[in-house]
């Protein structure tokens, strides 16, 4: 199993990223999705997840109103679009996946890990 992550990089406060995160070696649709990061010096957290079904999202306060998760099931793909990024967002972001209807938000029990992009927000 892979999970290949993209779309990071540096951006003003206030701007837009879009991370994509594709899999591959599994059967997409038995699997919950989402994203973690990881900021220096700091333990992994989670950020938003998505049921295997896609009907079901969830997020961490922290980025809720300015985060969105979505799932491609055609592109085996999932997404995460920030908006109103700000410093604190700054981190690294890591695809997660687990087989079963939902994402754990302890990250020891999701399954797969992807190789993480950076995202860096400058004020």
């Known amino acids: 199993v892979q999970l290949q992550a993209s779309g990071g990089g540096l951006v003003l406060a206030g701007g837009s990223l879009r991370l994509s995160c594709v899999a591959s070696?599994?059967?997409?649709?038995?699997?919950?999705m989402g994203w973690f990061r990881q900021a220096p010096g700091k333990e992994r957290e989670f950020v938003a997840s998505?049921?295997?079904?896609?009907?079901?999202?969830y997020y961490a306060d922290s980025v809720k109103g300015r985060f969105v998760i979505s799932r491609d099931s055609a592109k085996i793909s999932v997404y995460l679009q920030m908006d109103g990024l700000k410093p604190e967002d700054t981190a690294v972001y890591y695809c997660a996946a687990r087989r079963s209807y939902y994402l754990a938000s302890e990250m020891n029990e999701n399954d797969y890990w992807g190789q993480g992009t950076q995202v860096t927000v400058s004020s």
């Open positions: 998505i049921s295997r079904t896609g009907y079901e999202t």
């Open positions: 070696g599994l059967t997409f649709s038995t699997y919950a």
